[in-house]
Each structure stands twice: as structure tokens, then as C-alpha cells.
């Protein structure tokens, strides 16, 4: 399809006047065109999943010291998942400073996005080197099993599987133990949140030094099966953000449909648990510092918001950034749009404050 034709994701009305321009020009080339993996059925999507992968612009992909892949056994239902793990290169580790006097370096353990139904080990890999070479870090990318095959919790307890196999064999991994953080976008940072808590209340596992948390989705109770939320929602953004560019309403109801089910009686006790919705667990005190990274026209702008707010208020701390004007997977843009170069050295940043003795 040619630019100059009727896209078929225009921007609504609704939000066209809040969109950075820079955004929807960026949008308008890359993803407008295309139909969204919701926008059909499951079974057509997943029988050519990558006519329904956006084009993403990505920034660099720098060269690191060494990539490796490790297979990683999984239980219930057994199997195995892969972790890539990222080195950076020994000027850039020289140059860093973080190399503990056992050889050691601080590692961060991402999860990708994609609401637990798509996205792999590439969908964060820009994202990944960038951080390893501009820090001198180890960065661990975990390739989690998916939904519907492997429904909730499965995504979830696949990562803490992965994150526990991370202290197992720091040693060998020349992973510093006492400074590992977790984070990921979207599902990721659900995952990340999720097992920050987790993490906590683990008597053998040493404590996180932060949970990068970037548009995460935090609570999944008020998702309908159908149509539009009621207005009194506790989430302001599933309304006014409900035709959202890139993850409108629709979309998130498509995710959650395949992640979650559609039996609503199993669906609610899911939902009303914290490995789902991480925002109702008993306590958010003595978790990791957090940083959270939300897009301001977004269905889940209010979730970040909110979750920052809990957090802040159970004396767990939190910084709060909200990019104006941006769709939810603006992280993934940074090879364009200047909000996400932006959030990139901002999570950079973050890093590099919580590695730091």
C-alpha cells in the first residue's frame, strides 16, 4: 500500500490533537499501513505472523564483546526456554568502572513485550546492546513462552525460573549477584513487577537493585471481553485513550483474550491475583527502587501512573516519567523519533545510578 492511499490505522480523532508530530509522522510511514495482528483472526495471524510485525525504528545495533545462548529447563508444562546474554566489550568494561574485584559485572535480566502473545528475543536485542555497551554491563534477554499455547501464569513463571537460573550460576556467568536488576516494556514490565515482588519474598535470593518498569500493565481486572469500559473505570486512559495509536483498546482486549481466556469466572480469580495484576499484592514495601517509563496516549497511561503512586506511598522508591505525546511502543523508536532516544539514555541512566556503588 502506497502512503498516499487511505491508511488503515489513520490516528482517531479522538487523540490525533495529543500525538507528538514527530510521532504520528514516524506512525503514518510505519505502522498506519498495516493491518494489527487484532485485526484478524488468531489463526490468521499466527499463520503469517510476520506480515502482522510492525516495522519498528530502531536505533543502533553496536557490536559487543560476545552474545550467548543458554537453554534453560521450564516445568509446568515442562520444557525449555532460551536466555541470550549480552557482554560488553573489555575497553567499554575498562571504561565503565562497575567490574567488581572478583571479575564480576552488574547485569540487567529484560523481558520483551508484545502482551504475552508475540514478540522473541529480537524485539528488545537494539535495546539490549545499546545498554551493555554504554554501561559495561552483562544484559540477559529471556525468551519466554507465549501465549495461547502457554497461557497465564506460564509467561510469568518461565521468567522467574529464568531470574532464579540467573543467581544459580552468577559465578559462571561472571554476573555480580548483589547488583542485578529486572525490567522490561508492556508484558515485560509486568513480568518485571511481578517478580520484584517475588524476588522480595524469597528469603535465599539477593535483593534487586531496581525494576525498570516501561508502559507496564499492572492490573487486568477492567479489560472487557467486549466494547467499550464503563466511564467510571479507575483507569482514566482506557477512555480517553481508548482508540490509542498502536495498542488501542481493542488491541489490549485481543491479548488479554488469548493470555487470560475468556471463561469469566476463571478469568477474575486470575485477574484478582498479583502474579497478574501486580498492583494488588499485599505489600509494597522494601521492593527495589523503581523506574517507570509511560507514554502519555496510551490505554495503560493511568496503570504507570497509578503503580508509581503505590509504590511512592509504600515507601518503596519510585521515579515517574511520562513522554507526552507518545503511543505505546515509542521505546522501540529510537532510531527516529527523539522522545525515544530520550527514554533510551533515560533508562541508561537508570541503570548506571543503581550498578553504581
Request: proline share 8%; with cysteine; net charge negative.
Amino acid at each position: 500500500m502506497g502512503y498516499h492511499e487511505p491508511l488503515i490505522n489513520a490516528l482517531h480523532p479522538s487523540v490525533v490533537d495529543r500525538v507528538d508530530p514527530q510521532f504520528a509522522e514516524i506512525y503514518n510511514k510505519y505502522q498506519a499501513p498495516h493491518l494489527r495482528a487484532d485485526q484478524v483472526t488468531y489463526e490468521e495471524y499466527n499463520a503469517n505472523r510476520s506480515k502482522y510485525t510492525f516495522p519498528i525504528a530502531n536505533g543502533p545495533y553496536p557490536e559487543v564483546g560476545s552474545i550467548k545462548y543458554f537453554q534453560v529447563p521450564v516445568s509446568n508444562p515442562s520444557g525449555e526456554i532460551t536466555i541470550q546474554l549480552f557482554a560488553p566489550t573489555e575497553d567499554v568494561i575498562a571504561k565503565g568502572g562497575l567490574r567488581g574485584t572478583d571479575g564480576a559485572l552488574p547485569a540487567h535480566v529484560d523481558y520483551h513485550g508484545g502482551g504475552f502473545v508475540i514478540g522473541n528475543l529480537k524485539s528488545d536485542e537494539s535495546w539490549c546492546r545499546q545498554v551493555c555497551q554504554a554501561i559495561g554491563c552483562l544484559v540477559l534477554n529471556v525468551d519466554y513462552r507465549l501465549a495461547p499455547e502457554f497461557p497465564h501464569p506460564v509467561p510469568g513463571e518461565d521468567s522467574w525460573t529464568a531470574l532464579k537460573w540467573v543467581f544459580e550460576h552468577a559465578r559462571e556467568l561472571g554476573v555480580d549477584a548483589s547488583r542485578v536488576s529486572v525490567g522490561g516494556l508492556s508484558a515485560g514490565g509486568q513480568i518485571a513487577a511481578v517478580l520484584t515482588l517475588l524476588a522480595r519474598d524469597e528469603p535465599k535470593m539477593p535483593k534487586l537493585v531496581l525494576q525498570m518498569l516501561v508502559v507496564p500493565v499492572v492490573d487486568t481486572r477492567f479489560v472487557p471481553l467486549e466494547g467499550s469500559c464503563e466511564p467510571d473505570v479507575p483507569y482514566e486512559s482506557y477512555v480517553t485513550n481508548e482508540f490509542a495509536p498502536c495498542l488501542p483498546l481493542n488491541r489490549l482486549r485481543w491479548f488479554y483474550r488469548l493470555w487470560l481466556g475468556t471463561d469469566m469466572e476463571a478469568r477474575k480469580k486470575m485477574t484478582e491475583d498479583f502474579r497478574a495484576s501486580p498492583i494488588l499484592a499485599a505489600s509494597h514495601a522494601n521492593l527495589a527502587p523503581a523506574s517507570i517509563h509511560v507514554a502519555g496516549v496510551d490505554t495503560l497511561t493511568s496503570e504507570g501512573i497509578a503503580y508509581h503512586e503505590v509504590l511512592t506511598k509504600a515507601g518503596t522508591p519510585s521515579t515517574l516519567k511520562v513522554y507526552e505525546g507518545c503511543g505505546h511502543p515509542f521505546g522501540h523508536w529510537d532510531g527516529e523519533l527523539d522522545k525515544a532516544k530520550e527514554y533510551m539514555q533515560d533508562t541508561i541512566a537508570a541503570l548506571k545510578k543503581a550498578y553504581t556503588p
